[in-house]
């Protein structure tokens, strides 16, 4: 008996999930990030199970993944009958909304200044730096300096400020803030976007859950990446960095796969 040969969806979810890491209480955050981050936005539990079943994902691992999301105070979830609606908590919006630049800018705007802190090696001045660190705006140079673009941040005590326009990046630096296995993800990223794109059909897609369900792990996909790192200006990193490329073909994918409303998608599971 021959085997049933995949259909272009079948195959762009393939690619989109090749890498087995995707973390469900992860994709559960993009989902809602994607299409449910209005206040009034809630998605019924049915919808979220489909979604999850067509990307792959199987029923117990997405009730794990929605009761950890309560838990962590993400979601909150309301049983009406014999079914649930889930929705983004504030502090699950908050969280959402300030990821949105990085991950739907079609251009990245990236500021024209830049400033470095420098540490002492004194306690005070190991704790202030260390403070800075956790905001993930900026990239450990050494044990005791720092680097973020942008005008540095008020009331610094301890450290040593230097902010200015210009500046010369050697290669160890751009190696630094472009290391090996960021770059080789943004270019397995790249990739797997240009295979979606040559499977995806040439006219729009009309099934609102596929489209849902594409632009979910496409966007989870780049945030993995996009994320991970500081918003640096290309000077900073290296000669063959796939990010632009990455985000343009990324925006030409989500613009050939419009978000569909959550009513379009619950009125889906009906037919």
Aim: hydrophobic share 40%; with cysteine.
């Amino acid at each position: 008996m021959n085997e049933k040969t995949p259909d272009w969806f079948d195959i762009c979810v393939t690619r989109l999930t090749a890498s087995g890491t995707q973390r469900v209480w992860s994709v559960l955050v993009t989902i809602f990030g994607d299409l449910a981050q209005n206040e009034t936005d809630q998605i019924s539990g049915a919808l979220i199970t489909s979604l999850t079943s067509l990307a792959g994902i199987k029923a117990e691992a997405t009730r794990v993944a929605l009761h950890r999301l309560r838990k962590e105070g993400w979601i909150e979830s309301t049983r009406i009958g014999r079914n649930s609606v889930h929705r983004l908590t504030d502090f699950g919006r908050s969280q959402s909304a300030a990821a949105v630049p990085r991950i739907y800018a079609r251009e990245t705007v990236r500021p024209d200044i830049w400033h470095v802190l420098v540490g002492s090696g004194s306690d005070l001045a190991r704790q202030e730096l260390s403070d800075l660190m956790l905001t993930g705006d900026y990239i450990s140079l050494n044990n005791s300096t720092a680097m973020a673009p942008g005008p540095a941040p008020d009331g610094i005590e301890e450290l040593l400020v230097v902010q200015s326009k210009e500046i010369s990046v050697p290669n160890w630096l751009k190696d630094l803030c472009g290391p090996k296995a960021l770059k080789d993800s943004y270019d397995q990223l790249w990739e797997t976007a240009q295979a979606v794109k040559s499977h995806l059909p040439p006219n729009v897609v009309s099934d609102p859950m596929k489209v849902a369900v594409l632009r979910v792990l496409l966007v989870h996909s780049w945030r993995r990446v996009v994320l991970r790192h500081p918003d640096l200006p290309e000077t900073f990193l290296p000669d063959d960095w796939m990010g632009p490329a990455c985000r343009e073909v990324v925006s030409q994918l989500l613009a050939a796969l419009p978000r569909p409303s959550l009513d379009a998608l619950e009125k889906a599971l009906e037919s």
